[in-house]
């Protein structure tokens, strides 16, 4: 069985633990370090003969249109991560209509392919505000995979289900892999869980889900994750640092074996939404 490989295209300063350090309006002046962080995994995927799906912000978009194109390029599936990563549940309609509206037209522009997924910053879809499946039906979108269903202290619907399904407004959730465990789910499906787990639990837990579930399971990574060398920020909380730099060191070596190990594609061939 194949499993989706993701990726969320986007830079160290513009992560969510780090929002009250960083300001939009500050990005500009940062050093990007994106471009070549997604390089190295193009080139990692090149080298295990992978396709992955890319949710690209639209901030970096714009500022490396050349980056999306060789996404495209190279056979991956481009998808938006809205415009300039801020959370779904701290926006109100008009905004995130905005900010999922154009970010498609961007990359779309830029592609010169459709865009048909959706993944929110910080899995930012919360039962306050379903409202924006119907904004996603209205800008065109056919799914999302923005829903964690996991108990966590910045995100997650712990009772939504947890393999793809259908909303009322017609657009497909499909949600991040857990594994049922003492009645809640444990989540399974990458980013700082990936640095967490060694890499022995990470091959078990995907291996055990795939003999439970028989569903693909849904794997994400940042760019800067492969990065240890990235700018320490000044102010951070503890854990805030403990949450982005733990193991940066052995990320790359990991997603190596993880890529050997299993099956890897695109959201949008695995559900053939292409």
């Given at each position: 069985?194949?499993?989706?490989?993701?990726?969320?295209?986007?830079?160290?300063?513009?992560?969510?633990?780090?929002?009250?350090?960083?300001?939009?309006?500050?990005?500009?002046?940062?050093?990007?370090?994106?471009?070549?962080?997604?390089?190295?995994?193009?080139?990692?995927?090149?080298?295990?003969?992978?396709?992955a799906t890319f949710f690209t912000l639209?901030?970096?978009?714009?500022?490396?249109?050349?980056?999306?194109?060789?996404?495209?390029?190279?056979?991956?599936?481009?998808?938006?991560?809205?415009?300039?990563?801020?959370?779904?549940?701290?926006?109100?309609?008009?905004?995130?209509?905005?900010?999922?509206?154009?970010?498609?037209?961007?990359?779309?522009?830029?592609?010169?392919?459709?865009?048909?997924g959706y993944r929110a910053p910080s899995?930012?879809?919360?039962?306050?505000?379903?409202?924006?499946?119907?904004?996603?039906?209205?800008?065109?979108?056919?799914?999302?995979?923005?829903?964690?269903?996991?108990?966590?202290?910045?995100?997650?619907?712990?009772?939504?289900?947890?393999?793809?399904?259908?909303?009322?407004?017609?657009?497909?959730?499909?949600?991040?892999?857990?594994?049922?465990?003492?009645?809640?789910?444990?989540?399974?499906?990458?980013?700082?869980?990936?640095?967490?787990?060694?890499?022995?639990?990470?091959?078990?837990?995907?291996?055990?889900?795939?003999?439970?579930?028989?569903?693909?399971?849904?794997?994400?990574?940042?760019?800067?994750?492969?990065?240890?060398?990235?700018?320490?920020?000044?102010?951070?909380?503890?854990?805030?640092?403990?949450?982005?730099?733990?193991?940066?060191?052995?990320?790359?070596?990991?997603?190596?074996?993880?890529?050997?190990?299993?099956e890897w594609g695109s959201l949008a061939?695995?559900?053939?939404?292409?």
């Open positions: 069985m194949q499993h989706a490989m993701t990726i969320d295209v986007e830079d160290y300063f513009q992560v969510s633990a780090f929002e009250n350090l960083v300001r939009p309006e500050q990005w500009d002046a940062m050093a990007p370090r994106v471009e070549a962080n997604t390089d190295r995994l193009l080139q990692l995927f090149a080298d295990h003969d992978t396709k639209g901030w970096v978009a714009e500022r490396f249109p050349q980056l999306v194109r060789r996404i495209v390029e190279q056979g991956h599936e481009l998808a938006s991560h809205g415009t300039m990563h801020q959370r779904a549940s701290g926006q109100n309609r008009e905004q995130f209509q905005q900010d999922v509206g154009g970010a498609k037209r961007l990359l779309e522009d830029l592609s010169g392919q459709p865009v048909l899995f930012s879809f919360t039962k306050q505000n379903l409202w924006v499946y119907d904004v996603l039906a209205e800008e065109g979108y056919v799914y999302s995979s923005s829903v964690y269903p996991v108990v966590h202290d910045h995100y997650g619907i712990p009772d939504a289900p947890r393999f793809r399904y259908q909303t009322p407004a017609g657009v497909d959730e499909i949600p991040l892999s857990t594994l049922p465990l003492m009645g809640r789910n444990m989540p399974i499906s990458g980013g700082g869980y990936f640095r967490l787990y060694p890499y022995l639990f990470t091959r078990w837990a995907v291996s055990r889900f795939m003999q439970r579930e028989q569903q693909p399971y849904i794997f994400y990574l940042h760019p800067w994750e492969v990065d240890p060398e990235q700018p320490r920020m000044e102010g951070a909380s503890a854990k805030s640092r403990f949450r982005h730099y733990l193991n940066l060191k052995r990320v790359e070596s990991r997603l190596g074996q993880l890529l050997t190990d299993f061939r695995l559900y053939q939404y292409q």
